[in-house]
């Protein structure tokens, strides 16, 4: 996978436009399947991933990210993102509302701290358990709802739903050692 890598970040510092083929065919699924994600509408979700492409051509060189795909990851969520509150700017979108809302006591979201977040999520990804760090991520990255996590890993929505409550009471606490007053 490094080589793939590497191969592409050449392709686009060598301004080759086969680097755009390259990522697509690489990293094409993943960057749809968080669009997706966020979006829940094919459409929108195809033209935040053809956003990505254009950014990553605006972006490489100078910059060379490492690890490519988390970084095309983080851009395609981030444009997803801005168009999931652009199309919902009149109206709640329970799903989201309620990620949100799950997360807001455990996490405040001040503009001053926000270079800090992400280093520290992490560092607390980091002390769970595989099976509570792929559902947190599930729930808070991918925003699957609770059932899919459920059939996904062979529990009850309830066992989910408890699972994650604990994992936000121990990010909580997490947070508030570290500084951060909830």
Not at 31 to 36: L, T
Not at 132 to 139: A, E, I, S
């Amino acid at each position: 996978m490094q080589n793939t890598e590497s191969a592409i970040l050449d392709l686009f510092f060598a301004r080759d436009e086969r680097a755009i083929e390259a990522a697509i065919r690489e990293y094409g699924t993943y960057c749809m399947s968080i669009a997706v994600g966020v979006l829940r509408q094919t459409q929108d979700a195809e033209e935040c991933v053809n956003d990505t492409w254009l950014k990553a051509w605006n972006s490489i060189p100078p910059q060379r990210p490492s690890p490519l795909r988390a970084w095309l990851g983080k851009v395609t969520r981030n444009l997803a993102l801005s168009r999931y509150r652009y199309n919902h700017a009149a109206r709640r979108d329970s799903d989201m509302t309620a990620c949100l809302e799950e997360l807001e006591n455990c996490i405040p979201l001040r503009d001053e701290d926000a270079g800090r977040l992400p280093a520290l999520m992490d560092q607390f990804l980091g002390t769970l358990q595989p099976t509570d760090r792929k559902l947190f991520v599930g729930r808070y990255w991918y925003r699957y709802p609770s059932s899919a996590l459920a059939k996904g890993y062979g529990l009850t929505e309830t066992a989910v739903n408890t699972r994650l409550s604990r994992i936000r009471d121990r990010l909580r606490t997490f947070l508030e050692k570290e500084g951060w007053t909830v």
